[in-house]
């Protein structure tokens, strides 16, 4: 039988911030363990939370990038269930009145519905050692985390493992350029639930769905999606009906398995959290975070199409990684010729940066890209000079002005110099200069000016050279 497939994500990405959500320690990843941690955040009888302002500005930061609404009253309360690296057997959430409520992302030509963001803690963490002990670290107890879920029960929904890949993708690159969370996958900044179930293809009755939770790094999401669906969908062919279950899926041995049959909120015993009242927030909080919002990749994508000119693929080059953008932007700043600034940076610094999985640090300063780029254009320095002095410069604080000059590559011999140097070259390959001008072959003509680049060592614009030569072939 054909199915169609229905996907729910439920995205957490921890925000950035410089201290916990409701406590003063700090916000920080990979610190000695448990050094990060206070009354408050292990859950001491007695403790009081403080909410963190910022922490619900970075939420509404993210809402307005995704175009949700914001509640004006939002209120925390207690999901209350045990686990070890949650002292306080409930964790601060929102169920009735999140932060951002109706919002969508567009992947392809459909725009994803999205339910809510809403702000919550996120929990320690448990460290299984080699020798099966397990430890806790409360240092991520506390971190401000927030979780978007779409609606998958609204049309259009995502139906396939790539479409929610790029809906995690568009996500992430979002929330980056909007400031709120780096969303570093391998540290765990950025997880997700995935909900897949199956109906009869075309047919309006939503499945039973299955849901698979904290899925680290969207291969594995990817992975186990299709296994989800295959796994249904051979039961469905045999006749079987699927559990609402929770399973886990195991990246390793590349299958799931129950977890537990399905929970729900019922089950938590929410109520609001008597500790904290109701935020209020108001429309001069939402007009000043609206006119703070750095710009976004759609934005973005749109003034380097529009305004300078770059193709559609380019842009995407650029904007895949936010401090690639940046560095774009900055050079441009500095010399506008955004074709050209383009070009150098799609070849030769991803060149340089692309990893496996991303993109590391770009090792020149704008100032260094500039120079180069600048004198190439001015014929001051030779293209491939310029490649030279990018190497050597690169992951070093030296000026790519004084490398050029140590290495003798500035163009400086002076037009008189240069003639006479071509002349002789021409008259001592006069049967090669014949061959040029009855096959008119490119090769020839390079052959030449090659020859007289390498007496000049490099110090002659070759351009130039090439109009010179066949300016005398021709005469
Ligand atoms: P729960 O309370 O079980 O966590 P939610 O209502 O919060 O369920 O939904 C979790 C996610 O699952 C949401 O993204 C939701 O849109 C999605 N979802 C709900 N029903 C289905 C379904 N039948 N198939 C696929 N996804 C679903
Ligand atoms: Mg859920
Ligand atoms: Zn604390």
């Not at 570093?184 to 939770?213: C, F, H, W």
């Not at 904007?319 to 774009?328: A, E, I, P, R, W």
């Not at 070009?343 to 300063?365: D, Q, V, Y």
Request: hydrophobic share 35%; aromatic share 8%.
């Amino acid at each position: 039988m054909e199915y169609d497939v229905v996907i729910g994500l439920e995205v957490h990405a921890e925000l950035k911030t410089n201290s916990k959500c409701f406590c003063s320690c700090k916000n920080e990843a990979g610190d000695e363990p448990n050094t990060n941690c206070c009354p408050v955040c292990i859950g001491l009888p007695g403790a009081l939370p403080i909410l963190n302002k910022f922490a619900v500005e970075q939420t509404i930061r993210a809402g307005l990038a995704l175009g949700f609404e914001i509640n004006r009253t939002a209120v925390f309360e207690r999901k209350n269930y045990f686990y070890p690296d949650l002292a306080k057997a409930y964790q601060i959430s929102q169920l009735v009145k999140p932060i951002c409520i109706n919002g969508s992302l567009r992947i392809g030509n459909k725009d994803i519905p999205i339910n809510r963001i809403h702000l919550e803690e996120d929990a320690g963490k448990l460290v299984h050692g080699a020798d099966g002990s397990t430890l806790v670290d409360y240092n991520r107890g506390g971190v401000p985390l927030i979780e978007l879920v779409t609606d998958a029960l609204k049309e259009p929904h995502i139906e396939s493992a790539d479409e929610a890949i790029e809906f995690l993708e568009k996500l992430r690159q979002i929330y980056i350029y909007a400031g709120v969370a780096d969303c570093l996958i391998e540290k765990g900044q950025m997880r997700a639930d995935v909900n897949v179930s199956l109906k009869p293809k075309g047919s309006d009755k939503y499945g039973t769905k299955v849901e698979m939770k904290n899925i680290m790094g969207f291969k594995s999401v990817y992975r186990a999606i299709q296994y989800e669906i295959e796994r249904q969908r051979d039961i469905l062919d045999d006749g079987g009906v699927i559990e609402q279950e929770t399973r886990k899926w195991d990246d390793d041995k590349g299958i799931n398995f129950t977890l537990r049959t399905k929970e729900n909120s019922q089950d938590y015993r929410y109520f609001p959290d008597p500790d904290l009242l109701a935020v209020k927030i108001d429309d001069a909080k939402i007009d000043e975070i609206k006119r703070t919002m750095p710009m976004l990749p759609n934005e973005l994508k749109e003034k380097y199409m529009n305004e300078y000119s770059l193709s559609e693929y380019d842009a995407d080059v650029l904007l895949q990684f936010k401090h690639v953008s940046d560095f774009f932007n900055q050079c441009v700043a500095d010399y506008n010729q955004p074709k050209t600034v383009c070009n150098w940076i799609t070849t030769e610094i991803m060149a340089r940066i692309k990893t496996e999985s991303g993109a590391g640090p770009i090792l020149i300063s704008k100032d260094n890209l500039v120079w180069l780029m600048k004198n190439v254009d001015n014929k001051k320095i030779n293209r491939l000079s310029a490649k030279d002095v990018l190497s050597k410069v690169w992951g070093t604080d030296l000026s790519a002005e004084n490398e050029a000059k140590r290495l003798n590559l500035i163009i400086d011999i002076d037009t008189g110099a240069l003639d006479e140097i071509i002349k002789k070259i021409v008259e001592q390959n006069s049967n090669v200069v014949e061959q040029y001008k009855t096959a008119n072959d490119p090769k020839i003509l390079n052959y030449l000016v090659g020859q007289v680049m390498k007496e000049t060592r490099g110090k002659a614009n070759a351009g130039d050279v090439m109009a010179k030569i066949k300016e005398l072939a021709n005469s």
